[in-house]
């Protein structure tokens, strides 16, 4: 008596697996400030929000009120929220949480990012409040009456966003 045994390998739930991974590979998740926002303030209402976030993050020379005095750079951005991303494991937390949901079509990407989005933003806001160095001037502790170097009235801090967008 012979037995031929046929093996058969059903790759339908990897190749759905496989699907469902491929179709986030275009999207991120964008924390800042856009649509060319401008500051409210008297002294900085012409000035867009990211350009001040920009100029913070890497220093300028400064004019108007106070021309030809340097402000220095404070990676806020850069070294500030990387190091809070790595550091609390944050990121790796989120996605070994909602990768498996991701896989097996519980959860679509754009779902992931949504998540995602409202807890950068938060973390941003967290690591401008905590940024401390270089510490202000005399001069700019006296003027706003307060040594935080990113914050002046709250305004940039308080009008950081997130946004779900194409990678770039």
Same mark, same amino acid.
């Given at each position: 008596m012979e037995l031929n045994v046929g093996i058969h390998s059903d790759t339908s739930k990897w190749q759905q697996m496989k699907r469902n991974l491929?179709?986030?590979?275009? &999207? !991120?998740?964008?924390?800042?400030?856009?649509?060319?926002?401008?500051?409210?303030?008297?002294?900085?209402?012409?000035?867009? &929000? !990211?350009?001040?976030?920009k100029w913070l993050e890497e220093g300028h020379m400064n004019g108007g009120l106070y021309p030809n005095t340097w402000t220095p750079p404070r990676p806020f951005i850069r070294i500030g929220l990387m190091s809070a991303l790595k550091e609390s494991h944050w990121l790796q937390k989120q996605i070994s949480f909602y990768l498996p949901q991701i896989i097996d079509g519980r959860m679509t990407w754009t779902q992931f990012y949504q998540k995602l989005g409202p807890s950068l933003q938060k973390l941003l806001q967290e690591v401008m409040n905590a940024w401390d160095t270089p510490t202000n001037s005399p001069l700019t502790v006296a003027l706003k009456g307060f040594n935080n170097p990113l914050i002046e009235s709250g305004y940039l801090r308080d009008n950081v966003e997130w946004r779900l967008g194409k990678k770039e």
């Open positions: 491929q179709k986030g590979k275009n &999207l !991120a998740v964008k924390v800042g400030w856009f649509d060319g926002k401008k500051h409210t303030s008297e002294r900085s209402q012409n000035i867009t &929000l !990211a350009q001040i976030a």
